[in-house]
């Protein structure tokens, strides 16, 4: 199918409405009944996707090549899409039920992904991000699932390094981290361009590929990764600094979708510094009104009120990974050192639950029983 046809499916979609939840949704657990997903790397190198509890204990474990990144859930279905850590190629559909592997798709000769995908609201299709690497420029993949996932669509995302991305609450958009950085499989993960990135928080039309907003960040090297959106549509996105290490430059970002205000969010000058000028996950909890993001270099994680922008406070966290809110209005936390935490309201102190020989990935994915 090429783009016509997709676009014109896509709208024709559209038309007939849908009462289903895009995965962007499908993250608060409920107590004992939730269970999350996550890529792991065991000490001796090996690549895992694990299924665990609610609190860190691991249920199933499944074997892959590559180092994977995140996941997403398809609405209406037990399936979850983990990919491939940049520079990857593979994306993993499973079955959440017992952790098996029902599919594999594979990027093709002249791409390679990013590590995060997400589905449309009635759990159609699959954006994913990707880089075309013969000249360097993002893209959106799109994957029909109703259809043993055929590669259906290309969207360019206007730039380079598209990393994270989410479905807007509206249904219709999606929000995506533009990290700016050219790579190439050859050079596996080096930075090409650090005098030259474009970073941006993009919103897409996600049944046309056409850009809406464009938000570029206060400085050049501020790598924009990663990100997650509120019910309201409000998007929390976290930065990664290229530049260099002795400047602290704000490292949150706030976008207000409804009116397209864009600012950033900056700490106290030493929680500042003490983040180390790199966002791995960000997590949204509404029933709290607050955001998490986790700042493993500095060993924290920090949370602000998304809905204000203002900074709440931080923890100390040792390679502070993945975050998922939870049905109380805190947060589950993993380490790549291999604990697991949990941190609730009011006092937002952090609790041990499980601790592991793994090395966890910087994302989590909520899964239903």
Same mark, same amino acid.
């Given at each position: 199918?090429?783009?016509?046809?997709?676009?014109?499916?896509?709208?024709?979609s559209?038309?007939?409405?849908?009462?289903?939840?895009?995965? $962007?949704?499908?993250?608060?657990g409920? =107590? /004992? $009944?939730?269970?999350?997903?996550?890529?792991?790397?065991?000490?001796?190198?090996?690549?895992?996707?694990?299924?665990?509890?609610?609190?860190?204990?691991?249920l199933?474990?499944?074997?892959?090549a590559?180092?994977?990144? =995140?996941?997403?859930?398809?609405?209406?279905?037990?399936?979850? +899409?983990?990919?491939?850590?940049?520079?990857?190629?593979?994306?993993?559909?499973?079955?959440?039920?017992? =952790?098996?592997?029902?599919?594999?798709?594979?990027?093709? /000769?002249?791409?390679?992904?990013?590590?995060?995908?997400?589905?449309?609201?009635?759990?159609? !299709?699959?954006?994913?991000?990707?880089?075309?690497?013969?000249?360097?420029?993002?893209?959106?993949? &799109?994957?029909?699932?109703?259809?043993? !996932?055929?590669?259906v669509?290309?969207?360019?995302?206007?730039?380079?390094?598209?990393?994270?991305?989410r479905?807007?609450?509206?249904?219709?958009?999606?929000?995506?981290?533009?990290?700016?950085?050219?790579?190439?499989?050859? !050079?596996?993960?080096?930075?090409?361009?650090?005098?030259?990135?474009?970073?941006?928080?993009?919103?897409?039309?996600?049944?046309? =590929?056409?850009? #809406?907003q464009?938000?570029?960040?206060?400085?050049?090297?501020?790598?924009?990764?990663?990100?997650?959106?509120?019910?309201?549509?409000?998007?929390?996105?976290?930065?990664?600094?290229?530049g260099? &290490?002795?400047? +602290?430059?704000?490292?949150?970002?706030?976008?207000?979708?409804?009116?397209?205000?864009?600012? #950033?969010?900056?700490l106290?000058? /030493?929680?500042?510094?003490?983040?180390?000028?790199?966002?791995? $996950?960000?997590?949204?909890?509404?029933?709290?009104?607050?955001?998490?993001?986790?700042?493993?270099?500095?060993?924290?994680?920090?949370?602000?009120?998304?809905? $204000?922008?203002?900074?709440?406070q931080?923890?100390?966290?040792?390679?502070?990974?993945? &975050?998922?809110?939870?049905?109380?209005?805190?947060?589950?936390?993993?380490?790549?050192?291999?604990?697991?935490?949990?941190? /609730?309201?009011?006092?937002?102190?952090?609790?041990?639950?499980?601790?592991?020989?793994?090395?966890?990935?910087?994302?989590?994915?909520?899964?239903?029983?």
């Amino acid at each position: 199918m090429d783009r016509r046809c997709f676009i014109k499916l896509s709208l024709a979609s559209l038309a007939l409405g849908s009462t289903l939840t895009g995965c $962007s949704a499908v993250r608060v657990g409920d =107590g /004992e $009944s939730a269970r999350f997903l996550s890529a792991v790397d065991t000490p001796d190198g090996q690549h895992l996707i694990i299924i665990a509890n609610h609190k860190g204990q691991l249920l199933s474990r499944l074997s892959v090549a590559e180092r994977c990144h =995140g996941g997403c859930v398809r609405p209406g279905s037990a399936q979850v +899409a983990v990919l491939a850590r940049r520079p990857g190629r593979e994306v993993y559909i499973i079955d959440s039920t017992d =952790g098996t592997l029902l599919q594999q798709l594979n990027a093709g /000769e002249q791409h390679h992904f990013y590590g995060h995908g997400v589905y449309s609201q009635d759990g159609r !299709y699959l954006y994913v991000t990707a880089n075309h690497f013969s000249d360097g420029q993002g893209q959106v993949h &799109v994957y029909d699932a109703r259809e043993q !996932y055929q590669w259906v669509a290309d969207f360019p995302v206007g730039g380079m390094d598209p990393h994270e991305l989410r479905l807007h609450p509206d249904g219709n958009r999606l929000i995506i981290a533009l990290g700016g950085i050219l790579t190439h499989p050859d !050079y596996d993960r080096i930075k090409l361009n650090l005098d030259s990135m474009r970073p941006a928080l993009v919103v897409m039309n996600r049944h046309t =590929g056409a850009i #809406e907003q464009r938000h570029e960040p206060s400085h050049h090297q501020l790598s924009c990764h990663h990100l997650d959106v509120s019910p309201e549509g409000i998007v929390i996105a976290g930065y990664q600094f290229e530049g260099p &290490v002795w400047e +602290a430059p704000p490292l949150i970002a706030r976008l207000d979708t409804r009116s397209g205000q864009f600012s #950033e969010i900056a700490l106290p000058a /030493e929680r500042q510094i003490a983040m180390k000028n790199y966002v791995a $996950s960000v997590a949204i909890n509404p029933a709290s009104g607050l955001a998490a993001i986790t700042a493993p270099r500095g060993n924290r994680v920090v949370i602000v009120n998304y809905v $204000s922008g203002e900074y709440v406070q931080d923890m100390e966290l040792a390679d502070a990974a993945g &975050v998922l809110p939870t049905a109380t209005g805190g947060f589950l936390i993993t380490s790549g050192l291999g604990g697991v935490y949990q941190t /609730e309201l009011p006092a937002l102190t952090l609790t041990a639950l499980n601790s592991a020989d793994l090395r966890w990935d910087n994302h989590l994915t909520a899964i239903s029983r």
